[in-house]
């Protein structure tokens, strides 16, 4: 069976940062442990970019910027670039599944599945540019012609979490790079493998030198890059209380910035819709990531007549769930991703037991598992919607379900939370889901499922967030909007232009 060991070797340079087009030292001799969660053991050593090492890296992507050829290539042309990069990606999907599952301990059997899915978002992107209206003709107020022109924000700090990085990478770098912005890449120093190994996919595919850019760096260092003043927009996900430091320095000096935060995401299920049926979605959706997922579904809401009997129902999914080595085929959940957020969960776990919160199952660490950051899936009954683990992101693989009166009360409960990033309703009526979708404050909101669209948009309300990634909405997170008015139209313009 595969283990971390196999994929050890398979980065170029981890021992080293990407600036300016080059795989170069780091200014110091500091090294970052990557430790893969299901074993507790080392998986790779990579460079620890320093003060000096970020600076280098922002000049080399401003310099690209300012004075090299990207932004002044054709969408048409940069999008040739994009479909190489997808390219490169999809044929290591088997390499970059490895150390997904190395470096966080998520499933190598989904992830081979997923890797290609997120190659093709360099693809739709290329597409875009032969779609989107970067240039749309207007009709001036006061005669002559007139143009609404979408110009790239600039240089782009794009900071990255460990639980998805490829994908939430690619959904940053994809928009930027098409739009004819340059990219600073913070990976994050739990999980920057992946990141290594996009890198080097855009290397294979030619971009120009200092337009895309790598460094791994510890938050003090990472600061430096939100603030330096020559980084024109910043593109974060992660926790809401880094996302609001964040927030705060790009708004003192003025800076663009999308900020993909934090969720605490209620399931309402209705009583038109089986029990059976939910449970095995909601269980099913609560192992991806073993519970990492900023949108999973964790405040589940039902009226108090059936509350009881799902309960049951859950319990019953949850106990059959098979927790082990994310390497195993047959293995349904894997580990946590490292000690300090096993010990968070176990905190909220104890949290929620002290304040009266009933413990159906899980809550422990499986007791075949002597070694790796492992935990039950956990599922908490008649829990309140005031209760910290009702109201706090955990970011594991624990449930509250929360019982209510009826329709009313459940949509006000949903809406009763500091963020608003995803939700879903259960119901077979699509006339009633889509009246309550429209009245749950969340940025997507599903039927009967655990469901995201990135093609369309993602992001979130209140705390959840500040933007949209995805789709044409994420793209403009990368435009700069320009009105030119003239007297009459120029002798040339570029072929696609939106009337």
Known sequence: MLTHANFAEVLKFPDRLFIDGDWVAPSTDARINVVSPSTEEIFIRVAQAAAADMDRAVSAARKAFDDGPWPRMSHIERAGYLRRIGQELRSRANELGGIWTSEMGSLYAANTQMVPGFADVYDYHAELAESFPFIEAREPAQGGTGYLVREPVGVVAAI?????PLMLASWKVAPALLAGCTVILKASPEAPGALYALTEAAEAAGLPKGVLNLVTADREVSELLVRDSRVDKVSFTGSTLAGRKIGAICGDRIARCTLELGGKSPAILLDDYDIDAFAASIAGSTTILTGQVCAALTRIIVSRSRHDELAEALKARLDAVKVGDPFDARSEMGPLAMARQRDKVEYYIGMGQ?????????GRRPSHLERGFYIEPTLFANVDNNATIAREEIFGPVLSLIPVADETEA?????ESDFGL????????????????????SGTVAQNAFRNDFTIAFGGFKQSGIGREGGTEGLRN???????????????MPAAVAQ
């Open 422 to 441: 995803n939700a879903s309703v259960f119901t077979n009526d699509a006339d009633r889901a889509f009246s309550i979708a429209r009245e749950i404050r």
């Open 478 to 492: 990368y435009l700069e909007t320009k009105t030119v008015l003239l007297q009459s139209p120029p002798s040339s």
């Open 354 to 362: 002290a304040e009266g919160a009933m413990l159906v199952t899980g």
């Open 411 to 415: 949509v006000r409960i949903a809406n």
């Open 160 to 164: 990255v979490p460990w639980n998805g």
